[in-house]
C-alpha cells in the first residue's frame, strides 16, 4: 500500500466551479499534513499546512481528519492559474524533515 | 527566485560518465534534501543533510554519492548511472530547529537523462 495515495485525475473544471481532492496515508502516527502545488515542468511550492481543526486561505480551504486518516483541499470559485498538480504531503513521526509525497493530483480549469 | 538555485537545468550523459549537480540555498537554513522525481511517480526523498551532517539515506544506490561542505551548499555525484535513474534531480532546503521545520522551498530541478 502507498502511504500517501491521490487520485491523479485529472480534473477538468470550467472556471468559478468548486473543486475538492482527498487523500488518504497509511501511517497513523503521522505528524504533519500539508498541500504542495507543483505547475508543469517547475519545482513543487508550499499552498498551505493542514491542521485538526480545518484552515482556511482565501478561496482554499484544508481539512484532516485523523481517525480516518484523510487529508483533503477544498478550491472555490476556480481561476485558470489554479491549473496544476496538488501535492499531498505528510511527515512521519520523527522530525528529521522528511517529507513523504503523494502522486499528486492534476486540476485542469477550463475557460 | 533565487533562493534555491541548482545547476546544470539540463544533464545528459552516457552510463560511464561521472557528472556532478550543485544546488545552493541562499535562505539561511540549516537542512537540505536531494529528491528525484520520475513520470508518473510521488518524489522519492533520497538524502537528508541536518548541518552538514546526512541523516537520511532513503536506500539509494550507490552510483548517487551526496557530498553537503557547507550548510549553503548540497552536491550529487553521479557515476555509471542507468537509463533508469533519468529524472528531474530536485534540491530542497528547510530550517529543521525553529520556525516551520517543515516548509520546504525547491530549487527548480536538474533535467538528468542517461542514454
Known amino acids: 500500500r502507498k502511504e500517501v495515495e491521490q487520485d491523479p485525475g485529472p480534473f477538468n473544471v470550467p472556471e468559478g466551479a468548486t473543486v475538492a481532492f482527498n487523500c488518504t496515508y497509511s501511517?497513523?502516527?503521522?505528524?504533519?499534513f500539508f498541500w504542495y502545488r507543483q505547475d508543469c515542468r517547475k519545482e513543487p511550492k508550499l499552498l498551505m499546512s493542514?491542521?485538526?481543526s480545518g484552515n482556511e486561505d482565501g478561496r482554499f480551504t484544508a481539512q484532516l481528519n485523523r481517525a480516518s486518516q484523510y487529508i483533503s483541499l477544498l478550491i472555490r470559485d476556480s481561476k485558470l492559474s489554479d491549473s496544476a498538480t496538488y501535492l499531498c504531503?505528510?511527515?512521519?513521526?520523527?522530525?528529521?524533515?522528511?517529507?513523504?509525497f503523494g502522486q499528486g493530483t492534476t486540476l485542469q480549469v477550463k475557460p | 527566485e533565487t533562493g534555491v538555485t541548482q545547476t546544470p537545468r539540463h544533464l545528459v550523459m552516457g552510463m560511464t560518465n561521472k557528472k556532478s549537480l550543485k544546488c545552493e540555498q541562499h535562505?539561511?537554513?540549516?537542512?537540505m534534501y536531494w529528491y528525484k522525481q520520475s513520470a508518473k511517480k510521488p518524489l522519492e526523498l533520497m538524502f537528508v543533510?541536518?548541518?552538514?551532517?546526512?541523516?537520511e539515506n532513503n536506500s539509494v544506490p550507490s552510483r548517487f554519492s551526496p557530498e553537503c561542505p557547507n550548510s549553503s551548499h548540497l552536491f550529487l555525484h553521479l557515476h555509471t548511472l542507468q537509463p533508469e535513474d533519468s529524472a528531474l534531480y530536485l534540491c530542497?532546503?528547510?530550517?529543521?530547529?525553529?520556525?516551520?521545520?517543515?516548509?520546504?522551498?525547491f530549487g527548480p530541478g536538474t533535467r538528468l537523462t542517461v542514454t
Open positions: 530542497a532546503s528547510s530550517h529543521l530547529t525553529s520556525g516551520a521545520p517543515y516548509e520546504q522551498y
Open positions: 504531503v505528510v511527515t512521519p513521526s520523527s522530525n528529521t524533515g522528511k517529507l513523504i
Open positions: 493542514v491542521y485538526s
Open positions: 501511517n497513523s502516527a503521522s505528524q504533519s
Open positions: 535562505l539561511g537554513h540549516n537542512a
Open positions: 543533510y541536518n548541518f552538514k551532517e546526512q541523516t
